[in-house]
């Protein structure tokens, strides 16, 4: 851990310390530019902890040459895992180190305009620091640093409990939030092997001091980046995107059970989740049986799970080489 500024920063009732949490994986060739869009921040007193998450090539390095020589106002600490953690497991790992009352998130491939900090704590503070997680809209932005069009995630202030997450479920990006340091008290790290942070941290959020949207585009987000849709190239990598992806959806399912448990809300929460985990529990299984006989047995005496579903499945993890035309046919649309 390597603090390039020595002093610690002084905070006041009137202006709060405040972290950033800036966290990379095999981003060597872009994550300079969010390293420097983070130092460029206007708002002080502000801590910035920038992390890699063990990446495999020299995104360390790239860190470490962005902050040499810095001697701005903010404190920096650089840092890397010893291995690969995850998103929500490295995200977790910096939130308990951190000392600002507010958390702000951002990513490797992502840039923070400079006035991002001050405009979020301005509308924490206007709101008398009650939001648990402010939220801000996002400029598109191409992989040369083009900016285009504004992204505008679902708007999070009419969000008052559980019953309005579960009737609208949010489209949210993890890169462009902010949560207040108590939300991680009260609820604790988040379980590794969840995807990514943004459903989970809004969840917490909303059954507890609520959240905010700041129509503003505060961040610009890469495209191509770690988030971006995946191209297959093969009925292998296809099939091993979906058992990753199965791994992710009852990771965060289960964090999200917890939560709910913590909030009060888990029994509403049990009931609303057991159709979904139903599907995921007989996606591991499908994968994980031992031969043709299981899975014939899963395919015909599961009742909890739609026919289709399950024949899908069944053919995915019996005979993949089905998919190869389909995977062919999209790689030529693409080059046309």
């Known amino acids: 851990m390597t603090p390039s500024v020595p002093s610690q920063p002084s905070s006041s009732p009137a202006k709060p310390l405040v972290s950033v949490l800036l966290i990379s994986f095999n981003q060597e060739k872009i994550i300079a530019d969010a390293v ?64 600002g009352e507010l958390l702000f998130v951002a990513a490797g491939d992502d840039m923070s305009v400079p006035i991002r900090c001050e405009r979020v704590v301005d509308t924490w503070l206007a709101h008398d620091k009650k939001p648990d997680l402010i939220a801000t809209d996002l400029a598109d932005m191409d992989e040369t640093g083009n900016v285009h069009e504004l992204m505008a995630p679902t708007e ?102 917890q939560d709910a448990d913590i909030a009060g809300v888990g029994d509403r929460m049990r009931a609303a989740l057991e159709p979904k985990l139903a599907r995921e529990q007989f996606i591991h299984a499908m994968f994980n049986a031992g031969g043709l006989g299981q ?4 395919l015909t005496q599961t009742r909890n799970v739609k026919l289709g579903l399950r024949i899908r499945m069944f053919v995915y993890n019996t005979c993949p080489a089905v998919y190869a035309p389909s995977l062919w046919l999209k790689r030529l649309k693409r080059k046309a």
């Open 295 to 298: 899975r014939l047995a899963l």
């Open 36 to 99: 420097r869009s983070v130092l460029a921040q206007t708002y002080s007193p502000l801590e910035i902890i920038i992390s890699d998450d063990a990446s495999s090539d020299a995104t360390y390095a790239a860190i470490e040459a962005a902050t040499l020589g810095y001697s701005g106002p903010h404190q920096v600490i650089t840092r890397r895992n010893a291995a690969n953690e995850g998103i929500s497991a490295h995200l977790s790992r910096l939130a308990a180190m951190a000392r």
């Open 156 to 257: 999070l202030d009419g969000y008052r409990g559980i019953d309005d997450w579960l009737a609208n479920n949010p489209w949210l990006i993890g890169a462009a939030h902010a949560w207040s340091h108590r939300l991680f008290e009260r609820f604790g790290p988040m379980m590794p092997g969840s995807a990514a942070e943004d459903q989970i941290m809004t969840f917490r959020a909303i059954v507890s001091g609520g959240a905010l949207s700041l129509r503003e585009p505060l961040v610009r987000y890469r495209r191509g980046g770690l988030s971006r849709k995946r191209r297959y190239q093969t009925t292998a990598e296809m099939v091993a995107r979906m058992r990753q992806g199965n791994g992710f959806a009852l990771a965060t399912a289960a964090q999200i059970q």
